[in-house]
Every structure is written in structure tokens, then in C-alpha cells.
């Protein structure tokens, strides 16, 4: 039986300015929904940069390398979601910033906007696993240490939406 190999994939243009979530190394070990959610960052990530419409933002996403192996149903509720709610999402976050919104970088202000959005409108997803993922995608796309003023912001998040959940867990791990 002859063995196919895949073509290698291509390599970014220089000028590219949104991270590939396509060609990564540790893409192969995550879930459907942890791919939508790097989908979804990419899409905010144009939604906040270039002010894109979220049709256009989603017919682009959609054609990128990878998409296939992505929670689709996920992703657009995370995507549109986002996007709609993107004024209660700040109106959490903003209180617990030590600046204003708007010198937050992109990138992390959508692992916010996700993180936000999921302990606030996806009850199914345990407040650790909303933080931890939008943790990790600021471990991944975002800057050096980013991913822990993202924990803080998005910790005192969860405290506002979920202090039921988080009092129920430290209960239990006491």
C-alpha cells in the first residue's frame, strides 16, 4: 500500500499579522473546541484590528488550514457571541484593568472577550476550563507575560458570574 504525504505546508508572507492557527506544533493534541477557540481568536483579533464585518470575518476563517478539526457550532457561538455582547464583555472587564481598554493589546483583549463571554454565557464549561483556555491562548499568541494579567482580570471575572461554581469547587478541594 503506497503512502501518501501531505504537501508541506506553506510558510506565513512576513507581512502577516494574525497568528496561524493551521501550522502550529501542539494544534494535533487539542480538542474541537480548544481549535474553535483559537478560530474565534483569530476572528476577533480582525474584528478588533481591521474593524471587519463578522460575515466577512467568518468566511475567512472558515477557508484557514485547520478549520476543519475546529468545533464549528462552537465557534460561532463564540465568534458571534462575542461580537454582540462585546459591550458587557468590556463592561466586566474594564473595572478590574489597571489602564484603559484601549492600550490593551488585541490579542489579549480578545483571550478576555472569550474568557468573559464563556463564564458569563456557557454555564456547560467549568469557570477553571473558560480561564484556563483563554490562559493558554495568551500563552500562545499573546505577549511575554500577558497571560498573567489575563488570569487576574479574568479571575475576578468569574468571581462576578460564577461565585456559586468557584465556592462550590474550593469546597470540595479544601
Given at each position: 500500500?503506497?503512502?501518501t ?8 508572507s512576513?507581512d502577516?499579522?494574525?497568528p496561524?492557527t ?6 494535533s493534541?487539542k480538542s474541537?473546541?480548544s481549535?474553535?477557540?483559537e478560530?474565534a481568536?483569530?476572528g ?5 484590528v481591521?474593524g471587519n464585518?463578522?460575515?466577512a470575518?467568518?468566511?475567512?476563517t ?19 457571541g462575542?461580537?454582540?455582547?462585546h459591550?458587557?464583555?468590556?463592561a466586566l472587564?474594564?473595572?478590574?484593568l489597571d489602564r484603559p481598554l484601549?492600550?490593551?493589546s ?6 478576555m472577550?472569550?474568557?468573559?463571554y464563556?463564564?458569563?454565557?456557557c ?6 476550563v473558560?480561564?484556563n483556555?483563554s490562559i493558554e491562548?495568551?500563552?500562545d499568541?499573546g505577549g511575554?507575560d ?6 487576574a482580570?479574568?479571575s ?9 461554581e ?5 469546597g470540595?478541594h479544601s
Amino acid at each position: 500500500m503506497a503512502v501518501t504525504q501531505a504537501p508541506a505546508p506553506s510558510s506565513p508572507s512576513p507581512d502577516r499579522t494574525v497568528p496561524s492557527t493551521g501550522t502550529r506544533g501542539k494544534t494535533s493534541k487539542k480538542s474541537p473546541r480548544s481549535r474553535a477557540r483559537e478560530f474565534a481568536l483569530q476572528g476577533l483579533y480582525q474584528y478588533l484590528v481591521g474593524g471587519n464585518d463578522v460575515a466577512a470575518i467568518d468566511t475567512f476563517t472558515r477557508n484557514l488550514q485547520g478549520f476543519n478539526k475546529a468545533n464549528s457550532l462552537f465557534y460561532d457561538t463564540l465568534l458571534r457571541g462575542c461580537i454582540q455582547a462585546h459591550s458587557e464583555l468590556d463592561a466586566l472587564i474594564a473595572p478590574l484593568l489597571d489602564r484603559p481598554l484601549a492600550q490593551i493589546s488585541p490579542i489579549e483583549r480578545g483571550c478576555m472577550w472569550l474568557g468573559a463571554y464563556e463564564l458569563a454565557h456557557c454555564p456547560d464549561v467549568p469557570w477553571r476550563v473558560a480561564l484556563n483556555e483563554s490562559i493558554e491562548l495568551t500563552k500562545d499568541f499573546g505577549g511575554a507575560d500577558g497571560h498573567k494579567y489575563v488570569n487576574a482580570v479574568l479571575s475576578g471575572v468569574a468571581e462576578k458570574t460564577r461565585a456559586a461554581e468557584i465556592a462550590a469547587d474550593r469546597g470540595h478541594h479544601s
